[in-house]
């Protein structure tokens, strides 16, 4: 009896010998695999942002940028519509990055002095700790849509945030868009894509059409991001006025439409990289723009294919990259 305890004890032991060196192995073993997860998470994010095409250009039409100067101008364009500029610009002098404004005013008239009053009682009301938000109307005695992109002197940002007066965001979602660009400050980063294809009914490789947001939707794709909601670096301004083809300016002030995909044109052709959208939620407070007119994606169409006839090529780079805040998103 004596001899089958310890027997029995003996085996006891082993198999608790055996069961804690088996645990032992199954916790190295698991340890092993996370260490391997962590370390291919890190390699991945590290070449993340080439894999999203964010990754800067290396492009020798560019000087490669230094870092950005912090907080970013508003660049806004307005045309006879007083109360949607004092709205804009009551909620815009409320987001933290907002360093200057930049009001492109083509009217025959100057701005009244009323406006100026209201509008820099708003600057002050919405300033705090101690920041002083400057108020500039840049005056143009031409009435024409390349107006919004002529160079500004003495800008204290890089970073132009350029807005129709027509639409709001959320200053969570500018900030976002801001620090996106950031850390991609040749391209253009904006709220509002939209996309080209080529035209395969015309039988013709060199003819494109142009799509607008149901179109972005359908295909998952953009190769535009318009300057009615977006940043980009301000050294663009002079590039459009002055080294952008001039029949490109001509042709927009004639048709009083395009400047945004001339834009779109010039960055992807400075950069060869496509734009980088933000979802953010829009708030339109104008009823009537260029947008609303019949035909208007015909004349888009119409200025896609003269601008391409223009640079000799399709500049424009397609994307399905898409910036979104996953805080506010119900998946990551």
């Not at 032992?24 to 998470?41: P, R």
């Not at 007083?82 to 360093?99: A, E, R």
């Not at 009323?114 to 840049?138: A, C, M, P, T, W």
């Not at 535009?224 to 080294?243: G, I």
Request: proline share 4%; charged share 20%.
């Amino acid at each position: 009896m004596t001899s089958m305890i310890s027997r029995t004890s003996l085996f006891s032991r082993r198999t608790l010998r055996q069961g804690a060196t088996s645990a032992v192995g199954s916790v190295k073993i698991k340890l092993l695999l996370f260490c391997c997860f962590v370390f291919a998470l890190i390699a991945f994010a590290s070449r993340a942002a080439s894999f999203m095409g964010w990754k800067e250009s290396q492009t020798p039409y560019l000087a490669h940028p230094s870092l950005p100067r912090k907080g970013y101008a508003l660049l806004i364009n307005t045309w006879k519509r007083n109360d949607l500029l004092k709205q804009s610009i009551s909620h815009y002098t409320s987001c933290p990055g907002l360093v200057s404004i930049h009001i492109v005013w083509s009217e025959p008239d100057p701005p009244s002095v009323s406006l100026i009053k209201f509008l820099n009682h708003v600057i002050q009301s919405n300033s705090r700790d101690g920041r002083q938000i400057e108020l500039k109307f840049d005056i143009n005695k031409e009435d024409s849509l390349n107006n919004r992109f002529n160079e500004i002197k003495d800008l204290r940002t890089d970073a132009l945030f350029s807005i129709d007066d027509d639409v709001i965001f959320p200053c969570s979602s500018v900030e976002l868009a801001f620090s996106i660009w950031q850390s991609a400050p040749n391209t253009m980063v904006g709220f509002v894509p939209r996309m080209h294809w080529v035209d395969k009914s015309k039988g013709n490789a060199d003819q494109y059409t142009y799509g607008g947001w149901w179109s972005v939707w359908w295909m998952g794709t953009y190769s535009m991001v318009l300057s009615k909601a977006a940043f980009f670096h301000q050294k663009y301004l002079s590039l459009y006025t002055y080294q952008m083809p001039a029949s490109i300016r001509e042709y927009v002030t004639k048709n009083r439409n395009c400047e945004d995909i001339a834009m779109s044109f010039l960055v992807a052709n400075a950069t060869g990289v496509p734009p980088i959208w933000v979802r953010g939620n829009i708030c339109e407070i104008g009823s009537t723009g260029i947008s609303s007119l019949g035909g208007h994606s015909d004349r888009r169409t119409e200025c896609v294919n003269r601008f391409v006839a223009e640079y000799g090529y399709m500049p424009l780079v397609s994307t399905s990259v898409k910036a979104v805040d996953s805080r506010s998103s119900w998946f990551w």
